[in-house]
């Protein structure tokens, strides 16, 4: 079955379950649940479903608000709402017509079986037969007719979910940076310490005395240096490892598979390599000086929740902003 037509299936059906208004706007919302796009939405509904929380409209519209709501979306909902609408207007006329003659299929079986059954002729036999035989194609013509109009349908579903992928995607993005944002990475991070079966570690770089660098250099030479810090960041890591823009001048870095060993070295890689990078301003190429980053490294425990994870990696680096920067500490 076609995936976009799937979620079709299940959103719908647990709206009418819960009791959830079928707008274009709440339509968006169970769409993204069902299909699993987005994990911060479906925890939230999961925790208000296991608080036993009425799902109210006034709820829904903060659901639709916080999670789906985003650039362009105003027009892909439009788009999504004629989708909708066109998808309605033909599975009602397709099943009006298929009920019509199904119907008149039902009907006729019925009059033929009693007219047989009172001593019937051979032409009676083979006249009976041959309408059958009609009524039988009519009615799979009926039926091949509304699985097109589905296909159809759906085609408009799949670019609609292509659409809606990209627009994820360009949500998912630091303008500034290029790299995946804060929304991305909590995320990403909330589904990898879900499933996890193995080591997961995590970093967390922050540039020193940053906000001193834009004061003296100015915030376009600090947004070029943001941009750069996140390059070489991504030159330090490789494989699966993911760089994201935590916030700020604050990024983060995504290990999978990784103990916390091979996160520490992995961090003092990257500190090493800032102390000895002498940075110059690409206009006039005028030597800015050494920036240097503190690290904190914390590698998942068994149990544990992102936030926690979060909370023990962001005190490894403050620790190591504490006692002198241009560190690198672990969480413990």
């Known amino acids: ?22 707008t274009p706007e709440n339509y968006m919302v169970w769409y993204r649940y069902v299909s699993g796009q987005d994990t911060s939405l479906s925890e939230a509904i999961d925790a208000l479903a296991k608080d036993g929380a009425p799902l109210s409209s006034e709820k829904n519209e903060e659901l639709y608000r916080t999670f789906c709501r985003n650039e362009g979306d105003e027009e892909l909902l439009e788009e999504m709402k004629g989708s909708l609408e066109r998808i309605s207007e033909a599975l009602a006329a397709e099943l009006t017509v298929l ?28 006249d009976a037969a041959e309408q059958i035989i009609n009524a039988t194609k009519t009615l ?7 699985r097109l109009r589905l296909d159809e349908t759906t085609e408009s ?8 992928v990209q627009a994820k995607k360009e949500s998912s993005m630091d303008f500034l940076t290029g790299v995946p944002n804060r929304r991305c990475f909590d995320e990403t991070l909330t589904s990898m310490v879900r499933g996890a079966s193995g080591s997961l570690s995590i970093l967390l770089v922050d540039i020193d005395r940053f906000k001193d660098f834009n004061d003296r250099h100015g915030h376009l030479i600090g947004d070029h240096v943001l941009r750069l810090v996140a390059k070489m960041i991504k030159k330090n890591v490789k494989g699966k490892d993911i760089v994201y823009r935590f916030g700020g001048e604050e990024f983060a870095v995504i290990l999978p598979d990784t ?6 070295s992995v961090a003092e ?10 940075l110059r301003a690409v206009a006039d190429t005028k030597d800015l000086g050494v920036l240097t980053v503190s690290i904190g490294v914390a590698c998942h425990c068994e149990g544990e929740s992102k936030n926690d994870l979060l909370v023990r990696a962001d005190r490894a680096l403050y620790h190591a902003k504490n006692v002198g920067r241009n560190r690198v500490t672990s969480a413990v």
């Open 1 to 22: 079955m076609n995936e976009s037509h799937q979620y079709l299936r299940l959103a719908l059906p647990l709206m009418t379950k819960l009791s959830v208004p079928a």
């Open 99 to 126: 009920s019509g003659q199904a119907t008149e299929y039902e009907s006729l079986a019925s009059s033929t079986i009693r007219r047989l059954s009172d001593n019937p002729s051979a032409a009676d036999i083979r």
């Open 140 to 146: 799979g013509e009926c039926g091949r007719s509304l």
């Open 157 to 164: 579903f799949d670019t609609l979910k292509k659409k809606f």
């Open 259 to 264: 103990v916390l060993d091979g996160a520490l």
């Open 269 to 278: 890689n990257i500190r090493h390599y800032f102390s000895k990078k002498s």
